[in-house]
């Protein structure tokens, strides 16, 4: 681990009028991907990337430098460089109403390992093979299969000029099973991940008759896809299960509420204190701690040193805030929480979500169903995409019709498209039950960033693709 506090002195305070904001950034990455796809190895990742980097703001410009060999002399590089890059940019045309937010926090540590005793990647080779094998006899009749382990263990320590000094590990661990039968519509497949905060000898490293249970629920499910029927197109009253409401409520509302694409000229844009959704709905993006337990993706201080705290993005319907880095929660005179952070060491901070929450309301899910006549109860987000204007379309891997009040036959792939507020708006239910998303989800804004998505079930209107 490379010690920064060696270069505190190499902070400048001041360039001419304006005062200089720095930072200096250690962070490791360790990663391990095995994939095993019909009992051969696909994938077999186990890396490790660390570095160092330094940004500086002055005169309303930002400066950055990273090196991929940390190391005393590297580290002073980067601060002298990101301060050069600063300085340069702001001589030739400032911004002098530019300013940030500033913090007085102090110093932090939070490991989230558990001290557990690390397992080769020869014995995890062995459980995926042990497991393959017991699906193939007892489910022979599958067309392919695929099992993935996955695991990141993000390191950071953070040095700031306004006197933060933050140490933090946060490991994720992923177990996902695909399964895929052929039949006259073509191969149907279904999947699922288990997994969470933690490590992978934390979650798996059990007997492999304890995964019965969940083998057996995904082959079900798949039989049941293969027999499945096509959706209808259109717009229908639907219910959005937790975790592909979570999923879209993240993409396609809180990106367009993220200050820096607000700047951009997203949605949100000019709307806060305005009515964007039905009153039933609330989101707040959780930065640690929800109902007493740890977040998937706990962030107790970003990647600017800014303490992470619950920020409330839509109250009952009404847009109350947007998420910022230091920069932005100057420029909209709004408090900064703590939402800037950085995938690896040569990445910049952006302004990212860290655990997004469509509260829970009062209905019971049962009810729910109960008052569709016609529609479709949907579940597992696949691959979409959304933009700042609100638009989103998503694939929908599992769902189940709807027919006077009652589950009915299972539902083939579809997708779901419309605009985010819009649909926010028709939500005329919202389930007493919560969940968190367990698929591991890595935002894809600019640079990959993990993080936690979750919500109750909502009842709305939504387009429908057919089959």
Same mark, same amino acid.
């Given at each position: 681990?490379?010690?920064?506090?060696?270069?505190?002195?190499?902070?400048?305070?001041?360039?001419?009028?304006?005062?200089?904001?720095?930072?200096?950034?250690?962070? &490791?990455?360790?990663?391990? #991907?095995?994939?095993?796809?019909?009992?051969?190895?696909?994938? =077999?990742?186990?890396?490790?990337?660390?570095?160092?980097?330094?940004?500086?703001? /002055?005169?309303?410009?930002?400066?950055?430098?990273?090196?991929?060999?940390?190391?005393?002399?590297?580290?002073?590089?980067?601060?002298?460089?990101?301060?050069?890059?600063?300085?340069? !940019?702001?001589?030739?045309? =400032?911004?002098?109403?530019?300013?940030?937010?500033?913090? &007085?926090?102090?110093?932090?540590?939070?490991?989230? !390992?558990?001290?557990?005793?690390? $397992?080769?990647?020869?014995?995890?080779?062995?459980?995926?093979?042990?497991?393959?094998?017991?699906?193939?006899?007892?489910?022979?009749? !599958?067309?392919?299969?695929?099992?993935?382990?996955?695991?990141?263990?993000?390191?950071?320590?953070?040095?700031?000029?306004?006197?933060?000094?933050?140490?933090?590990?946060?490991?994720?661990?992923?177990?996902? +099973?695909?399964?895929?039968? &052929?039949?006259?519509?073509?191969?149907?497949s279904f999947q699922d991940t288990r997994g969470g905060l933690g490590q992978l000898q934390d979650h798996f490293l059990v007997l492999p008759e304890s995964f019965d249970d969940w083998i057996d629920e995904i082959y079900n499910m798949t039989i049941r896809k293969a027999d499945g029927?096509?959706?209808?197109?259109?717009?229908?009253?639907? +219910?959005?299960?937790?975790?592909?409401?979570?999923?879209?409520?993240?993409?396609?509302?809180?990106?367009?509420?993220?200050?820096? !694409?607000?700047?951009?000229?997203? @949605?949100?844009?000019?709307?806060?204190?305005?009515?964007?959704?039905?009153?039933? +709905? /609330? #989101?707040?993006?959780?930065?640690?701690?929800?109902?007493?337990?740890?977040?998937?993706?706990? @962030?107790?201080?970003?990647?600017?040193?800014?303490?992470?705290?619950?920020?409330?993005?839509? &109250?009952?319907? @009404?847009?109350?805030?947007?998420?910022?880095?230091?920069?932005?929660?100057?420029?909209?005179?709004?408090?900064?929480?703590?939402?800037?952070?950085?995938?690896?060491?040569?990445?910049?901070?952006?302004?990212?979500?860290?655990?997004? +929450?469509?509260?829970?309301?009062?209905?019971?899910?049962? =009810?729910?169903?109960?008052?569709?006549?016609?529609?479709?109860?949907?579940?597992?987000?696949?691959?979409?995409?959304?933009?700042?204007?609100?638009?989103f379309m998503f694939a929908v891997g599992t769902g189940f019709e709807i027919k006077d009040g009652k589950i009915g036959r299972v539902l083939r792939d579809t997708s779901i498209s419309g605009l985010a507020f819009d649909v926010l708006k028709s939500v005329t239910m919202v389930s007493d039950e919560f969940k968190w998303d367990t698929s591991g989800y890595y935002c894809t804004k600019k640079q990959l960033m993990p993080v936690g998505v979750g919500s109750a079930s909502i009842k709305?209107? $939504?387009?429908?693709?057919?089959?």
């Open positions: 681990m490379l010690d920064l506090h060696s270069l505190k002195s190499e902070f400048s305070t001041t360039s001419g009028i304006y005062r200089i904001y720095s930072e200096i950034r250690y962070q &490791q990455n360790r990663k391990i #991907l095995l994939t095993l796809n019909n009992g051969e190895l696909e994938t =077999n990742t186990n890396e490790t990337t660390r570095g160092v980097s330094s940004r500086s703001f /002055t005169g309303g410009y930002w400066g950055f430098s990273s090196y991929s060999n940390p190391s005393k002399d590297s580290a002073v590089s980067t601060v002298r460089e990101s301060m050069r890059n600063a300085k340069f !940019l702001a001589g030739r045309s =400032n911004k002098s109403d530019a300013t940030l937010a500033y913090s &007085q926090f102090g110093k932090f540590e939070k490991s989230y !390992l558990s001290g557990k005793s690390s $397992v080769s990647t020869a014995i995890w080779l062995e459980f995926l093979k042990f497991l393959d094998a017991r699906i193939v006899k007892k489910y022979p009749d !599958l067309k392919s299969r695929k099992l993935t382990l996955h695991s990141l263990d993000i390191e950071k320590h953070l040095l700031t000029s306004d006197g933060q000094d933050i140490h933090t590990t946060v490991p994720r661990a992923h177990f996902t +099973i695909s399964m895929t039968k &052929q039949t006259k519509h073509g191969p149907i029927v096509a959706a209808t197109a259109g717009p229908h009253d639907v +219910i959005l299960s937790p975790d592909l409401a979570g999923i879209v409520v993240h993409e396609a509302v809180g990106h367009a509420a993220e200050a820096d !694409l607000v700047l951009a000229g997203s @949605v949100a844009e000019s709307q806060i204190e305005r009515i964007v959704a039905s009153p039933l +709905i /609330t #989101l707040i993006d959780y930065a640690h701690t929800y109902d007493g337990n740890t977040c998937p993706q706990p @962030v107790h201080v970003d990647d600017e040193g800014i303490p992470a705290e619950n920020t409330t993005i839509i &109250q009952k319907g @009404v847009l109350k805030s947007y998420m910022n880095n230091r920069e932005t929660a100057a420029y909209f005179e709004q408090k900064p929480t703590g939402h800037a952070r950085a995938f690896t060491h040569a990445d910049e901070p952006l302004i990212r979500m860290r655990n997004t +929450i469509v509260m829970p309301g009062e209905s019971k899910i049962e =009810n729910m169903i109960e008052s569709i006549e016609n529609g479709y109860y949907l579940m597992k987000a696949g691959k979409g995409q959304a933009d700042t204007t609100g638009e709305c209107r $939504v387009r429908v693709g057919g089959g």
